[in-house]
């Protein structure tokens, strides 16, 4: 029906799919300060909203997962953006993976004035258990810059494993390999 499937409810917060009615909270959120610092940043407003219809067309449509947007339950202020992406890891222009295939990739982002306060560890497990309850993916990676210590800690925090580099660059542009981190979610 085209309309925006609640991923989950946590304590604080309500995880869902992304509208277009959502874009200007989007760019509100990703205008606040150290937001893009280790993420890439939005499109201009009009590229960006195609990209947006063609993301829920396809991302959503086909695979049933994406990015999410994190609403605060409380106020319904948007304050952050989660979810589960398809990677390929790529090394030397060949695509490498662990396990021969497709991996899943946790990304998070909290606004700033929520960051601290335990709100990404509390979206991050309930998109784990989505993870383990609604795909076929035996692991969850992150890739994380590691000059981000809050990402790393936050990865750590939720049981991912440091396992190594991988050759891609950083939004920022300072590194050409970003620091690989895994959860096993296997369900033997």
């Known amino acids: ?10 304590k604080r917060c309500l995880i869902r799919e992304l509208s277009l009615e959502d874009m200007d909270a989007l760019f509100e959120l990703y205008s606040k300060p150290g937001i893009t610092d280790y993420v890439e940043p ?3 407003y009009q590229e ?7 993301y829920i067309r396809n991302m959503y449509g086909y695979y049933g997962y994406g990015t ?6 409380e106020s319904g202020q948007l304050i952050g953006r989660a979810g589960l992406e398809n990677k390929d890891y790529t090394t030397g222009g060949r695509t490498v993976t662990f396990s021969g295939q497709t991996e899943l990739e946790l990304g998070y982002i909290i606004a700033p004035e929520y960051q601290g306060q335990g709100y990404a ?10 993870a383990i309850n609604e795909t076929e993916f035996d692991r969850i990676n992150c890739l994380i810059d590691a000059e981000n210590t809050a990402s790393v800690n936050q990865a750590k925090k939720l049981g ?3 396992v190594g580099a991988s050759r891609e660059k950083s939004y920022s542009g300072r590194k050409e390999y970003l620091d690989r981190y895994c959860l096993d979610i296997s369900r033997e």
């Open 160 to 162: 991912f494993s440091y």
């Open 48 to 54: 960006e909203l195609e990209y947006e219809k063609a």
């Open 68 to 73: 999410w947007l994190v609403f605060h339950r």
């Open 42 to 44: 939005l499109l201009d």
């Open 1 to 10: 029906h085209g309309l925006p499937w609640t991923i989950a409810k946590t």
């Open 121 to 130: 560890t509390e979206v991050c497990r309930a998109i784990i258990d989505f």
